[in-house]
């Protein structure tokens, strides 16, 4: 088998695609939520704490000189991926657990029912017989 029909028949294998739609979808539904945090979320939250401006949140470690550059540490930039994270991986929490909730149903009615509870002369016939086969 060449390399080329290999790597063909290893992308059009069910779970690769399924995980590039998936890698996809992540990466829009990441922009989403990094739109919704910067501007939807957080404005709000801002005028709430006094109207603080997240993005422009930083430390001043040294002050700029001439041509260099200030160097600062944004921390509120920082916040802001944070909230980011934390919206994106609840969302994911909540897919899986509907996903493990769906597969753990359908493994229910999968599943053969219980063999019935032997009968109380089942019991008896067999404790005789292991009986007759110790003597």
Same mark, same amino acid.
């Given at each position: 088998?060449?390399? +080329? %029909?290999?790597?063909?028949?290893?992308? +059009?294998?069910?779970?690769?695609?399924?995980?590039?739609?998936?890698?996809?979808?992540?990466?829009?539904?990441?922009?989403?939520?990094?739109?919704?945090?910067?501007?939807? @979320?957080?404005?709000?939250?801002?005028? *709430? *704490?006094?109207?603080?401006?997240?993005?422009? @949140?930083?430390?001043? @470690?040294? %002050?700029?000189?001439?041509?260099?550059a200030a160097v600062t540490l944004n921390y509120g930039t920082f916040l802001q991926t944070v909230v980011d994270? *934390?919206?994106?991986?609840?969302?994911?929490?909540?897919?899986?657990?509907? +996903?493990?909730?769906?597969?753990?149903? #359908?493994?229910?009615?999968?599943?053969?029912?219980?063999?019935?509870?032997?009968?109380?002369? #089942?019991?008896? @016939?067999?404790?005789?017989?292991?009986?007759?086969?110790?003597?």
């Amino acid at each position: 088998m060449s390399m +080329m %029909q290999e790597f063909k028949a290893f992308a +059009m294998r069910g779970n690769v695609v399924d995980m590039a739609v998936g890698i996809i979808i992540g990466a829009a539904f990441g922009k989403i939520v990094s739109s919704f945090v910067a501007d939807v @979320l957080m404005p709000p939250l801002g005028v *709430l *704490l006094g109207s603080v401006n997240f993005t422009e @949140l930083a430390i001043t @470690l040294r %002050q700029a000189t001439g041509e260099t550059a200030a160097v600062t540490l944004n921390y509120g930039t920082f916040l802001q991926t944070v909230v980011d994270f *934390l919206i994106v991986a609840f969302a994911i929490f909540m897919a899986i657990k509907a +996903m493990n909730s769906v597969n753990r149903k #359908e493994a229910e009615k999968t599943e053969p029912p219980p063999a019935p509870a032997a009968s109380r002369e #089942e019991v008896l @016939l067999a404790e005789i017989r292991d009986l007759l086969k110790r003597d």
